[in-house]
């Protein structure tokens, strides 16, 4: 068993295909079973050829035996997407067909319904009466119905109808992979950022995950006691010297170390990640090597390190071992990301866990560390703001955890991206390294020393800010801002990068206005952060991101997502359709959280 494999022991959802049919026999279910069947069919193979599970391989669909025209067919599907771990459903129909009879009524799954647009048959009429079954049951779906009428015998599935099947399936696909998964804490409260309280009954509750603690003083004992995989580690230093160049010190003169000292934290910076990798994942190499409980790991599927600062002020920081692990590739190779959070700042760490999932390329973790007006540019730099930056930038920066893939050194087309994994070439991955350095971190914040990846994210990159807050009384809450990552002439970043900690890695970033709420400026969108981290994604995923949240019952409070883009489930618009916003807060709060 390779490590990858190891990992991905745990199968994947599936998406359960639902044809739901008129069930009159004796002429009507009878001319109706081949077209319900094909629309099954062509569903799957739409999902299977577009999506992708973390590890690279096709979203798998199981379709129902037969069609389901009432409800001993129903629960004959309902017990076969049991047996083959079935997270997501899709009910699609042409017709006419009886509504609580064949609905899935399983409440925690999320669920859609395509209900045909033609009129030979009345598919959307079954699809307004099984979505107010869905809707007065308090098990909220998707409804999808394509707004041009097709003909009776048409087995294409038109565009907007194919947006919203993946969409939904993106965001429920995200939401059945995390159930069951564990959020690892390594280390407790950081500096006394509220998101590193790990709050157990948000993650049980909403996300149907558990929580896994572990001292840090667990790295000590397993650097000591030699618990990882020795030949690996020979591999990893070798590997790391070749390709993570280390950069200048910036400490003054005499906070300084010498190269024996920097030497011993190189090591201990690898045998971090390898130890921190093996704790979340676990790794059979360490049960060969007698290390039989180790190698379990703890299933976490994201986790986050304390690091500041009774870790840090004694041993070198996690700034390594999170950059590295958060990328697309490491010494054994191209892998997807390993989601750690800095800080232990676990909001922020499900924030990466749904830009991951939604996307699978890796995400940058920063602080949200200053809004540079056009005004202040200007003072401190006589450089005029232009383009996607005209409005005002934020500083995205902190000292670890931003992969490196945050370069923005892949490419398509000729354009700055961010990849999957199994997208990403090999001359990519050297760029992502070649563009970084590692600098001794600053000695009078991290008296133990380390190494911060320090590199400058490329501008253009269409990118997601997002950050999940929790609120007492409220619960937990998202917010997001699609925007453009930019590039200023090197003379001006450097001056304003020098203000800062030059030794992090930065990107600079332009949120896109709409001129309302909290997108009327860009030091509105700082002015209305929730904390002081974000989590950044590649693409504009907030459409996705806000479909996950409905289906989590995670109310938005700020996004600049068009209208248009807006999928949430049917019920959401009997809650109110002007301001839908304020609807979403009160439909999340009645329906409750997904996974209670
Ligand atoms: C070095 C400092 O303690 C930083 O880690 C601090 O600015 C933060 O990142 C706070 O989130
Ligand atoms: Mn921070």
Known sequence: MTHQDYRYKQAFPKIGIRPTIDGRRKGVRESLEEQTMRMA???????????????????????????????????????LFSRSNVGVTITVTPCWCYGTETMD??????????GFNGTERPGAVYLAAVLSAHA?????????????????????IPDDVREKLLRFSRAGLAAATLKGRAYLSIGSVSMGIAGSIVNDSFFQEYLGMRNEYVDMSELTRRIEEEIYDPEEYKLALAWVKENCSEGQDNNPAHLQTDRKRKEYEWETVVKM?????????????????????????????????????????HSPNGDFLESILNSSFDWNGKRSPYLVATENDSLNGVSMLFGS???????????????????????VTGHQLEGNAKDGILHLINSGSAALDGTGQQSKEGKPVLKPFWEITDEEVQDCLKATSWRPASVEYFRGGGYSADFLTKGGMPVTMTRLNLVKGLGPVLQLAQGYTVDLPDDVH??????TDPTWPSTWFAPVLTGSGAFTSVYEVMNQWGANHGSISYGHIGADLLTLASMLRIPVSMHNVPESEIFRPRAWGLFGTSEPESADYRACSVFGPLYR
């Open 494 to 499: 450097d001056t304003l990068d020098q203000r």
């Open 357 to 379: 999932l939604l996307t699978h390329t890796a995400q940058i973790f920063a602080d949200v560390r200053t809004y540079w007006s056009t005004d202040s540019v200007k003072r």
């Open 273 to 313: 990640t390898q130890i921190v990798r093996d704790l979340m994942a676990g790794n059979p190499k360490l049960a060969e090597l007698g290390f039989t409980e180790e190698s379990m790991g703890h299933h976490a599927i994201v986790s986050g390190f304390q690091g500041q600062r009774q870790w840090t002020d």
């Open 105 to 114: 009524m399983s409440p925690s799954i999320p669920t859609a319904i395509w």
């Open 136 to 156: 007065q049951k308090g098990i909220p779906a998707f409804g999808i119905y394509g707004e041009d009428v097709q003909d009776g015998g048409d087995t294409t």
């Open 41 to 79: 069919t062509s569903v799957a193979e739409l999902l299977a050829s577009e999506l992708r599970y973390p590890d690279g391989s096709p979203v798998e669909c199981v379709v129902a035996e037969s069609c389901i025209g009432g409800v001993n067919e129903a629960a004959a599907a309902a017990e």
